[in-house]
């Protein structure tokens, strides 16, 4: 949607002018992960209170789920312990997706949680927080080895680098391989910075995790128009356009469709982020090997890069398949 990146012809722009430059990252986003939850649970809330004990009997549950909402440290430690295998796979794929330029933590995030084990229907709150640890776990790595483009090849491996390499140009500094032997002192000043980063984290998430409890027991009433109030704020502010205000409802709307729908938003937000480079990357490609499809997979990286691909594919399909068969034999 909007420019060709390679033609620059409009592409489902209908006529509005603000598709041009594609859809709104930000304006999407909230819209669906923060209108599409504000709709949802609107549509689940209950009636008034009949009376003050079914009152008192909803204020105790929204409690009891604000105190579950505050985990405990030896509750973390047991999961921490319990799940090495998929602390260390996370973490692995935190630090390959961070260290491709311009990637990120949120498409690292999105990537772990798809290769998180699928839930099962006898235990589906715990495969849920065990999705949302993966993701968490591979955001943390990838913002470390968000430095390694932006330290050996001077590219930014994500908006936060990107900042810091425009400081260090500002400094005299140039970012590339001769940066490990005249300014040693920068890259293990770097390392400490993080170690110490990584210690003074553990308070504070502490602290955020209490606050995030407090506003667990906020009552839906009070705290889902307080969100709705930042959505729209949030999505006015990028460009001071209410055409983006729209476009967050909207977003909201498919947000609470694929919910309704069971159908992951994951893919589609690495389709926003995504999909413009890819077009384009795939275009020049495509011309370059002049219409040959082994253009793809000529140079060995992008060759072990499809390989792995479709084996992640094979795994996949393989995984279902198991679980159609385990399910069959079972009824059967």
């Known amino acids: 949607m909007g420019l060709s990146a390679v033609h620059a012809e409009p592409r489902f722009t209908f006529g509005i002018p603000e598709l ?6 930000i304006p999407a986003m909230v819209g669906l992960f923060g209108m599409s939850e504000v709709l949802r649970n609107a549509l689940a809330m209950p009636g008034e209170a009949g009376s003050p004990a079914e009152a008192s009997v909803a204020a105790a549950q929204q409690t009891e789920a604000g105190d579950a909402a505050v985990p405990r440290i030896s509750t973390a430690l047991q999961q921490l312990v319990a799940r090495p295998v998929a602390w260390l796979r996370s973490a692995v794929i935190g630090v390959f997706v961070g260290g491709l330029p311009g990637a990120g933590a949120d498409i690292a995030s999105w990537v772990a949680a798809a290769a998180s084990p699928p839930r099962r229907d006898d235990d589906v709150d715990q495969a849920n927080i065990n999705r949302v640890a993966d993701a968490c776990t ?4 990838s913002l470390a080895a968000a430095w390694i483009p932006a330290l050996v090849f001077g590219i930014p491996g ?5 900042m810091v390499i425009g400081v260090l140009a500002m400094k005299n500094l140039d970012p ?3 940066v490990f032997e005249k300014q040693a002192s920068l890259v293990y000043g770097l390392y400490v910075a993080f170690m110490l980063a990584n210690l003074v984290l553990l308070p504070v998430g502490l602290v955020a995790i209490r606050v995030a409890g407090v506003v667990m027991r906020t009552p839906q009433r009070i705290l889902l128009p307080l969100i709705v109030l930042l959505c729209v704020v949030g999505s006015f502010a990028i460009n001071g356009s209410l055409f983006d205000v729209g476009l967050m409802l909207v977003f909201g709307l498919v947000g609470l469709a694929c919910d309704r729908l069971s159908i992951p938003v994951g893919p589609m937000v690495l389709g926003i982020i995504l999909g413009g480079p890819l077009e384009e990357r795939f275009v020049q ?3 370059g090997g ?3 499809l082994m253009a793809f997979v000529e140079r060995p990286v992008a060759a072990g890069l499809a390989l792995v691909v ?3 594919w ?12 385990a399910s069959a034999s079972t009824h059967g």
């Open 20 to 25: 041009l430059g594609g859809v709104g990252f």
């Open 138 to 141: 591979a955001n943390s790595s």
């Open 314 to 325: 094979g795994m996949a399909i393989a995984r279902v398949v198991r679980r159609r068969f």
């Open 176 to 178: 590339g391989p001769d």
């Open 290 to 292: 002049r219409g040959s």
């Open 310 to 312: 479709a084996a992640a």
């Open 158 to 162: 994500d908006s936060v680098t990107a």
């Open 285 to 287: 490609t495509w011309i």
